[in-house]
C-alpha cells in the first residue's frame, strides 16, 4: 500500500513537472533573436482568424527586417479576451496592441496610457487618399485627444437587430402583400387584419424602404403589421422570435435595433449628438410624469398605451429627452408583447447558450421548432463559424450553411403606419461595437516594441488588409473602402454587404464633438452593457427589460426607470 | 545570514505591498475624486485626469447605493446566516461521524472531500448543468412533469436564490469537515477514554468533550466567515458570468463594478445605476469595513469570554 502511494505520488510530481516544462517560450519563439508584438484581442464577435491571417501575412512581408540590434523578423502573439482587457491597468500589461470592443477609450487617453498613433492616419490608399480622410468623418474627433494628436483608430462596425430566417418566411408564406396584389388573403388575428401573401412569388408590399423589388418587400414596414406577422408565423407552427435563455440581455440587440429603425437616422443622431435635432418625445406632465392616452398601443393589447406625443429640438440643455422618445418607448412595448403573448421561442426561456441559440436557429424545423427570427448583432455568423455550428449544421443537414438564406432584416420605420411606394426610408442601422485599436504607451521608450507595434497597426489599417478583414469577417470597419458583395460566400453576408451600402449608420460618435459626449458617453452608451437598456423595478436592478418584464414590469417601468431627471442632467454640463 | 535576511524579507515586502500599501491607497482614494481637466479649457490629451479632495462625498454616494439595494445587504446575510447555522453545525456532526470510524465513514470521507479536490469554477459548472438540463429532463421523463422554464440557473428565470445557497452550503461542507476532523483526531485519546469510563455517551462526548477541545477552530472560522461576510461573492459570476440578477452579494457587486469602472465616472451614473467609480467603490469598501470590524472583534472577544472551555 505504502509503495502504491509512493508510485503514486511520483507519478503526479512528474506530470507536474512536465507542466512545468510546457512554461518555456511562447510558441516556440527565441525573444532574443525575433521582436515579438503582443496583441490583445476581443474574443467573441468577429473572433480573431481574420487577425491570425494578418499576423502571418505581416511576419511574412518582414521576416527578413531587423527591429533590434542582433534580432531579425517579427512574431506576433495573439491573446483573446473579453471586455476586461481595457482597463486603467494596462499600463502594466504586456500587451503591445489591443483591439477591443464596446470600450469607452476617453479615460484612457484622459490617463496617458494610449500612445499617440498620429502618423498611422499619414498612411494613403492606391487613389492617394489618406487614412484620416477615409475615416468616417462622424467619429474622426473621438479618436483624439484634446490636445488634437490621434490615440485611437477605428475598429470595426456590429450592427444591433434582427436576423430572418428568409426559407422560413418563404415556406409559410410570411410576407405582407402588395396593397393591390390579388394573390393575397386576409389573415385576422388578435391584433388586426392584415393581408398576406398566398404564395412566396405573388407581388408583395414595397417594405420599409419603399421600393419595389428590393430586398425588403414584404418584410413589414411598421411594429404593427410585425405583430400581426409574429401571429401568423405563430400559427404556423413557427416560433417568431428567439434568443438565448442563457443570455437574456441579447433583446437588447432588438431594442437597439428598433429604436434605431423608428426614429430614423437623422432623429437617432440626437442620442449623441444633442445638435438641434427633432425628435418625437413622450410628453410629461408637470411633475415630470410620462403621459399616456387610453387608446391601446395595438389591437388587442390592452396592457400598454399610446403616448401622448409632442416633437422636440434636442440640445446639450434638454438632452435627457432622447431617453424619452417613443421609439424608444416602442421598441420597448414591443419586446413586452412579444414576452406576454408568447412569440418567444422556448430557447428564450431554457439555458441556451448564444451560440446554441444561433445552431437552433440555423437547423429549425430539423431538430427543434422552426424559428422565424433571432435577436443578434450582425458578427453572429462568424462567431456561429468559430463555435463549430456550421459543421454541426452540414452533418444534420447535409446542406451547404453558405446557401442557407439568412438576412439581416430592415426593421419597421413606423408604429402602425403603412409605408406606401415612395414614401419610404432609407434603411439606418446602429454600430454597438464601439470597436477600438489602441497601442500601450508603456512601450513609448522602447523603440523596438513601438516601431513594431506601429508598422503593424499600419499594416492592418493598409486598404489590401482591409479588405481581407471584411472578406475574413464579413464585417466593415468606419472607413472608406471598396470591397464586393461577391467576396462573401454565405449569402448571410453578401445581403448584409449590400444592405450596409444601402443604409445610414448611427455611429457611437458624437459628429458636432459635444462636450456631454465627450465626456459622459459611458452614461449615454447604447450597446449591451449600457445602462440605457437595465431596469429598476420593485427595488432591483435587472439587467435587461426583459429580465424586468418577467419579474411583471411593464415597458412603463422600463422607460421609466432608465429616464435622467433635469437635475440629473444637469450633473453632465 | 543572508538566507535569513531573505527569508525574513519576503514576508515583509509583502505586508508593505499588500496590506499596508493596498490599504492606505484604498483609504486615500476613498477621500479623493477625479475629472477631467476642465472641458473649457481644451489643452489635455494626456495627463488629463486631475485629482481633488473629495470629503465625505464619495462615503455619501456609497451609503446611498448601500440603502438602495439594501437586498445585496440581505443576501450576503443570509449566505453568513446559513454558514453558521447549517453549514458548521453539520459540517461538525459529520466530521464527528467520520472521527468515531462510523459505517461507511471511509466512504463519506472520499465523497465529502470529492469537491475540494476538483475546481470550484469546474464544480460550479458541473452543478449548474445538472440543474438547468438534467433535473428537468429526469422530471419530465420519470415524473412526467415539466418544469416551467428549465434553466433554473439561468438569469432570465428569475433563478432561485435557494438554489445557489444549496451549492455554496455543499461546496463549502468540505473544506470544514477536513479542518474540524483533523482537529477533533488531534484529541488525546485518553481523554475520551476516561470519559467513556466516567459514563458519557456519544452525545455528550461530542458537547462536552470534542466542542470544547476544538473550539477554537470552530471559532476560527465562524470570525473568518464574519469578516467575509462583505467579501464573499456566491460563486455568482460563475453562474450567471456578470449579469445582474438580483441575487447580488455585496462582494459580487463590488467584484463586478471593479472590472467595469473607472477613474471617472458620471455622477448620474453612479447615484442612479450604482455603478461606481474606482473611488466610491474604496469608499463603500471602508464603510463596510467600519460596519463589520468591530462586530469581528466583539464576537471574538465574546468568544474567547464565554466560549466552551476545555476546563
Known amino acids: 500500500m505504502r509503495k502504491t502511494k509512493k508510485i503514486v505520488a511520483l507519478v503526479m510530481g512528474l506530470l507536474m513537472s512536465c507542466s512545468f516544462a510546457a512554461c518555456g517560450d511562447k510558441g516556440g519563439v527565441n525573444r532574443n533573436k525575433t521582436t515579438v508584438v503582443e496583441v490583445a484581442v476581443h474574443q467573441g464577435g468577429v473572433g480573431y482568424v481574420w487577425l491570425q491571417n494578418a499576423a502571418r501575412r505581416f511576419e511574412e512581408a518582414n521576416q527578413d527586417k531587423s527591429y533590434a540590434t542582433g534580432k531579425t523578423g517579427v512574431k506576433i502573439e495573439i491573446t483573446p479576451g473579453g471586455t476586461a482587457l481595457a482597463n486603467q491597468a494596462m499600463d502594466s500589461d504586456s500587451y503591445n496592441i489591443y483591439l477591443v470592443e464596446r470600450t469607452d477609450t476617453y479615460p484612457f487617453i484622459a490617463s496617458g496610457l494610449l500612445m499617440d498613433i498620429s502618423e498611422v492616419l499619414e498612411i494613403t490608399d492606391s ?54 396584389s390579388t394573390d393575397a388573403f386576409e389573415y385576422e388575428s388578435d391584433y388586426g387584419t392584415l393581408k398576406i401573401v398566398e404564395y412566396t412569388g405573388a407581388k408583395k408590399s414595397c417594405g420599409p424602404d419603399g421600393k419595389y423589388n428590393t430586398d425588403d418587400d ?125 412569440f418567444l421561442s422556448r430557447d428564450a426561456s431554457n439555458a441556451v447558450g448564444h451560440t446554441d441559440a444561433q445552431i437552433n436557429f440555423l437547423t429549425g424545423g430539423t431538430e427543434t421548432t422552426r424559428k422565424g427570427m433571432i435577436m443578434e448583432g450582425s458578427y453572429w455568423w462568424v462567431e456561429s463559424e468559430m463555435a463549430g455550428n456550421f459543421e454541426d449544421y452540414q452533418i444534420l443537414t447535409d446542406k451547404d450553411i453558405n446557401a442557407r438564406d439568412i438576412r439581416w432584416m430592415s426593421l419597421p420605420t413606423s408604429l402602425n403606419e403603412k409605408t406606401t411606394e415612395g ?151 | 545570514m543572508l538566507f535569513y535576511v531573505l527569508v525574513c524579507l519576503l514576508p515583509v515586502i509583502q505586508f508593505c505591498i499588500f496590506t499596508f500599501y493596498v490599504n492606505f491607497n484604498s483609504i486615500k482614494m476613498a477621500f479623493e475624486t477625479y475629472n477631467y481637466a476642465s472641458a473649457s479649457n481644451n489643452n489635455f490629451g494626456v495627463d488629463g485626469i486631475v485629482k481633488s479632495f473629495a470629503g465625505f462625498k464619495n462615503f455619501k454616494i456609497a451609503w446611498q447605493t448601500l440603502i438602495e439595494r ?41 465523497i465529502l472531500y470529492m469537491p475540494n ?97 476544538i473550539f477554537s477552530t470552530v471559532s476560527t472560522f465562524i470570525i473568518l466567515a464574519m ?45 442612479k445605476f450604482a455603478f461606481l467609480s474606482y473611488p466610491q467603490l474604496a469608499a463603500l469598501g471602508l464603510l463596510l469595513t467600519c460596519i463589520i470590524a468591530p462586530i469581528t472583534f466583539l464576537t471574538r472577544k465574546l468568544f474567547d469570554k464565554y466560549g466552551p472551555s476545555e476546563d
Open chain 1, 127 to 180: 487613389n492617394g487618399k489618406t487614412l484620416e480622410e477615409r475615416i468616417n468623418p462622424s467619429i474622426r474627433s473621438m479618436l483624439k485627444g484634446n490636445d488634437g494628436k490621434t490615440y485611437v483608430l477605428p475598429g470595426w462596425e456590429f450592427y444591433s437587430g434582427v436576423s430572418y430566417d428568409k426559407e422560413t418566411f418563404d415556406t409559410v408564406g410570411s410576407y405582407v402583400a402588395d396593397y393591390d
Open chain 1, 218 to 342: 414584404g418584410l413589414p414596414s411598421s411594429l404593427e403589421e410585425m405583430l400581426i406577422l409574429c401571429s401568423y408565423l405563430k400559427k404556423e407552427g413557427v416560433e417568431p422570435f428567439t434568443l438565448p435563455g442563457s443570455w437574456p440581455g441579447y433583446c437588447k440587440y432588438l431594442l437597439a435595433g428598433l429604436w434605431t429603425s423608428l426614429s430614423g437616422y437623422d432623429s437617432m443622431k440626437a442620442v449623441y449628438n444633442f445638435g438641434g435635432e427633432t425628435v418625437e418625445i413622450i410628453k410629461s406632465d408637470e411633475h415630470g410624469e410620462l403621459m399616456f392616452t387610453n387608446e391601446n398601443l395595438f389591437e388587442g393589447i390592452d396592457y400598454l398605451k399610446k403616448p401622448v406625443t409632442e416633437r422636440v429640438q434636442i440640445t446639450t440643455e434638454n438632452g435627457y429627452l432622447t431617453n424619452d422618445m417613443t421609439a424608444k418607448y416602442y421598441a420597448a412595448a414591443f419586446l413586452e408583447i412579444l414576452e406576454r403573448e408568447g
Open chain 1, 423 to 573: 414614401n419610404g426610408e432609407k434603411n439606418t442601422l446602429i454600430d454597438t461595437c464601439f470597436s477600438s485599436c489602441y497601442v500601450n504607451n508603456n512601450i513609448k521608450n522602447n523603440e523596438e516594441l513601438k516601431t513594431a507595434s506601429i508598422d503593424f497597426v499600419k499594416f492592418l489599417y493598409s486598404e489590401e488588409e482591409l479588405v481581407n478583414f471584411t472578406k475574413d469577417t464579413g464585417s466593415f470597419r468606419p472607413i472608406e473602402y471598396e470591397v464586393s458583395s461577391d467576396s462573401f460566400k454565405s449569402v448571410f453576408y453578401r445581403e448584409l454587404t449590400e444592405l450596409r451600402q444601402n443604409s445610414n449608420v448611427v455611429q457611437f460618435a458624437a459628429e458636432n464633438n459635444n462636450d456631454i459626449f465627450r465626456y459622459h458617453r459611458g452614461a449615454l452608451k447604447i450597446e449591451l452593457g449600457g445602462s440605457v437598456f437595465t431596469a429598476n423595478y420593485a427595488g432591483k436592478p435587472f439587467d435587461s427589460y426583459l429580465l424586468a418584464y418577467r419579474a411583471g414590469a411593464t415597458a412603463i417601468d422600463a422607460i421609466e426607470s432608465t429616464r435622467f431627471t433635469p437635475e440629473e442632467w444637469k450633473t453632465f454640463l
Open chain 2, 70 to 110: 439594501n437586498y445585496m445587504f440581505k443576501n450576503s446575510l443570509w449566505l453568513f446566516i446559513s454558514n453558521i447555522v447549517i453549514t458548521i453545525p453539520l459540517a461538525l456532526i459529520f466530521s464527528f461521524y467520520l472521527c468515531k470510524k462510523c459505517m461507511f465513514s471511509g466512504f463519506f470521507k472520499v
Open chain 2, 117 to 213: 479536490i476538483v475546481s470550484p469554477m469546474i464544480f460550479a459548472l458541473l452543478f449548474q448543468r445538472v440543474i438547468n438540463l438534467v433535473y428537468p429532463e429526469i422530471m419530465e421523463q420519470w415524473f412526467g412533469k415539466t418544469i416551467s422554464g428549465s434553466g433554473l440557473l439561468v438569469t432570465g428565470n428569475n433563478p432561485s436564490y435557494g438554489i445557489v445557497l444549496f451549492f455554496n452550503i455543499w461546496v463549502s461542507f468540505g473544506v470544514n469537515v477536513l479542518m474540524f476532523s483533523g482537529a477533533m483526531s488531534g484529541i488525546n485519546a485518553s481523554v475520551i477514554e476516561s470519559s467513556h469510563l466516567d459514563g458519557a455517551n456519544l452525545v455528550q462526548e461530542f458537547w462536552y468533550i470534542t466542542l470544547p477541545m
Open chain 2, 227 to 271: 469578516a467575509g461576510i462583505f467579501t464573499n461573492q456566491m460563486h455568482l459570476f460563475t453562474f450567471f458570468s456578470g449579469e445582474i440578477t438580483g441575487l447580488e452579494t455585496l462582494g459580487y457587486y463590488i467584484y463586478l463594478t471593479a472590472q467595469k469602472t473607472d477613474y471617472v465616472v458620471s455622477e448620474a451614473l453612479a447615484t
